[in-house]
């Protein structure tokens, strides 16, 4: 070591040793230094370290940063420690950046008379290049979205109004299932239209069936594995639900001279309404001879059988208050339909809410929903703890959905949307609109469960709360007091 650089670093040591006596002598019960005094005799410290450093030899590097250490923890102590006078500690410094006050609300809705533009505040530009202006228009958080998204996480929408339509005589069906939006690999969903008489032919799925009526009525019919039969007929809000194998039919009756439009759902995001059992289509690839012998008639007797499959065909209505067959088995015990119209929503500040699962609907094993509205400038604000498809009805509604390590993204819905939100993503529902937000929240389970942001808070001890969000002292009360009850849709303030 050459001579010159021994002034430098016992120059170096004996600066750490001045800040680290003060607290030395305070943990020996000595007056601890001020957080004032110990942040001064850090930042001395720092300077004399940042000139010594530029002077010294790439050696003397290790010197240097040793000595930073251990001053910027004699600081973190001193801090700590309550002053001598006896007055409450000081609040920790902040560790992050204070979150902005920007309201980051939507910009534009789907009817605005403008143009879109891909700016928010002093971010982003004009688009100058072509542009789809309406379906900016319906897209306002995603042209220029809120500047609390972050990170990437994958689409979430899926209007049906860009699902192909298979169109039939009698009525038409789409699909949304995980080739139009891959998140939603637990759930698929069909909008299915039948004109008055119309038949959803004899069929069968792998999985299993749940539906609410949009508009109309539909009677369906099925037989279960006992050989017991069932007769529903389904009204606007009702259900349905069958079991994965279970054999059934839908017809719409002539109660409204429009037929009947309903949403279907399947716990499966890879189902296709196109990969149904049909009776058309398995007797078409059965040997006719084996039919023949299956029935005990001659061959003849099946000359008409169809070549390929019906799907969707008219029909005329089927007969008001119709029953099935008498079964030697009897009927099916839970009926696989439920008058979900019938109940009766709760009431909150900011909409109503009810759910329905296999607690209400026995025979509603594997799927339950809620079906909620949100009053202009109200929300709904919670994570849920399974799979969670929505289906708009009507108005309009904005989403951000938290995916965790700092990921979010925003969406804007409105009616004919589907919405996914995979289990335990926090997330919110705001209506953003000037009309009622009516929609479904339909889940891939037996129970409908989530959690409240303002309940967990409101039974969280009230000091961890503070110590987390530093809220003012009135709206913490407000929030220990008003929510320990879950409000599920809060209203505008």
Do not use: C
Request: aromatic share 8%; glycine share 6%.
């Amino acid at each position: 070591m050459t001579p010159h650089l021994l002034p430098l670093i016992a120059s170096l040591f004996l600066s750490g040793f001045a800040v680290a006596a003060p607290a030395a002598s305070a943990s020996a019960g000595a007056s601890a230094a001020t957080p004032a005094a110990s942040a001064s005799a850090a930042q001395s410290v720092a300077v004399s370290a940042s000139s010594a450093s530029a002077a010294a030899s790439p050696a003397s590097s290790a010197v240097s940063v040793s000595v930073a250490v251990s001053t910027d923890a004699a600081s973190a102590a001193a801090g700590a420690r309550p002053s001598s006078s006896g007055s409450a500690p000081a609040l920790p410094q902040e560790t992050v950046p204070l979150a902005s006050d920007d309201p980051n609300a939507i910009l534009w809705l789907p009817d605005s008379d403008i143009i879109p533009t891909g700016q928010r505040g002093q971010l982003g530009g004009t688009v100058i290049g072509p542009q789809n202006v309406p379906i900016d228009l319906q897209n306002a958080d995603l042209l220029a979205p809120p500047t609390t998204d972050h990170g990437e996480f994958m689409n979430a929408k899926w209007p049906f109004s860009l699902s192909h339509n298979r169109l039939q005589t009698g009525g038409w069906a789409r699909e949304q299932n995980v080739n139009a939006m891959p998140l939603a690999n637990s759930i698929a969903g069909v909008n299915m239209r039948l004109e008055p008489g119309a038949i959803r032919e004899l069929h069968w799925h792998k999985t299993s069936e749940w539906t609410f009526i949009v508009k109309g009525q539909v009677q369906i019919t099925a037989v279960n594995a006992d050989g017991q039969n069932f007769i529903g007929v389904v009204n606007p809000g009702d259900l349905w639900f069958f079991p994965a194998g279970m054999p059934h039919s839908l017809q719409a009756t002539d109660a409204s001279p429009d037929g009947a439009e309903f949403i279907l759902v399947f716990p499966d995001g890879a189902f296709s309404e196109d990969s149904t059992f049909l009776l058309t289509d398995w007797l078409a690839h059965v040997p006719k001879e084996v039919i023949a012998k299956n029935f005990q008639a001659s061959i003849a007797a099946f000359d008409h059988l169809v070549d390929e499959q019906l799907y969707i065909f008219p029909s005329t209505p089927p007969p008001h208050n119709e029953q099935p067959p008498t079964s030697p088995q009897g009927k099916i015990p839970d009926p696989w339909t439920f008058a979900w119209s019938q109940v009766k929503p709760t009431q909150f500040s900011g909409g109503t809410f009810k759910a329905v699962d296999s607690t209400t609907f026995k025979a509603s094993t594997e799927i339950s929903a809620a079906e909620v509205t949100v009053e202009p400038g109200a929300m709904r604000f919670w994570h849920p703890t399974q799979d969670e498809w929505s289906y708009f009805i009507s108005g309009q509604g904005r989403v951000t959905i938290h995916a965790g390590t700092s990921a979010a993204r925003t969406f804007d819905y409105e009616a004919g949307d589907v919405g996914f939100v995979p289990a335990s993503l926090g997330h919110y529902v705001e209506n953003t609109g000037n009309t009622t937000l009516h929609y479904l929240e339909i889940f891939n389970s037996d129970r409908v469960q989530d959690v409240s942001l303002s309940q967990w808070l409101a039974l969280t001890p009230p000091e961890l709360v503070q110590k987390h969000l530093d809220l003012p002292q009135d709206v913490l009360d407000k929030l220990t007091n008003n929510f320990k009850t879950k409000a599920t849709v809060i209203g505008p303030q």
